[in-house]
């Protein structure tokens, strides 16, 4: 059910604005963790080489033959779990994660991960929604967040996905904070960062 509601609910106009920004500048090898269903797909840039797919979820993967293969970029799936990641020490110029980070159980283990396996001077390039502003909407979220787990894979509405990226020891440097375009009920869900941060 999740990667068929993740699909669903994860694409549209609004969606695919913001997986364009997220993708921009991805060059060289590229790591995608949570590649789900292969929404990102058509914003890869020419320079990426090739992608390599982390999916934990058979159907998510299969469920993305179609725009695999209409991709112009080679994607193979390298691996089932962001939190160990079956890739060398500084073996990717790029690691991509969205809407992943929310509902990795050991988001801190994956983000060393992360950082392990890029080259220095390689970037994350990340989409996520966590803990948002606003008073009232973190309130919602909290309530929200237990029912929200059982349903959603483990998703956390509280997340600061900013703030464990920059204690993981990357460093940001480019960020858009933000309300996705979506009706105001939505907001404990759809407050997003889109960043960058480098490897030292």
């Known amino acids: 059910m999740v990667p068929r509601a993740v699909d669903a609910v994860l694409s549209g106009k609004d ?63 390298v691996g089932l779990d962001g ?10 110029h790029c690691v991509l994660s ?7 159980p050991d988001v801190r283990a994956a983000l060393a991960e992360v950082r392990r396996v890029l080259l220095p001077g390689g970037s994350l390039h990340f989409l996520e929604h966590g803990v948002a502003p606003t008073p009232e909407v973190v309130r919602w979220q ?6 929200q787990k059982r349903i959603a894979a483990g998703c956390h509405l509280t997340r600061d996905v900013p703030a464990l990226v920059a204690e993981a020891g990357l460093d940001l440097i480019d960020l858009r904070q933000e309300y996705l375009p979506r009706p105001a009920a939505t907001r404990p869900w759809t407050y997003a960062s889109i960043g ?5």
Not at 47 to 58: C, M, Q, Y
Not at 142 to 147: A, T
Not at 196 to 200: D, E
């Open 196 to 200: 960058r941060a480098t490897a030292p």
């Open 83 to 92: 939190q160990r990641l079956a890739a060398d020490d500084r073996s990717y």
């Open 15 to 77: 969606m695919a604005e913001a997986r364009a920004a997220v993708c921009e500048g991805l060059t060289g090898r590229v790591l995608e963790i949570g590649f789900g269903s292969g929404l990102n797909t058509p914003y890869y840039p020419s320079e990426v080489i090739s992608v390599g797919a982390v999916e934990p979820n058979d159907l998510g993967w299969e469920m993305s033959a179609k725009r695999r293969g209409l991709a112009d970029t080679r994607i193979e799936r």
């Open 142 to 147: 909290r309530r929200l967040e237990p029912f």
């Open 98 to 104: 969205t809407f992943t980070l929310c509902t990795i």
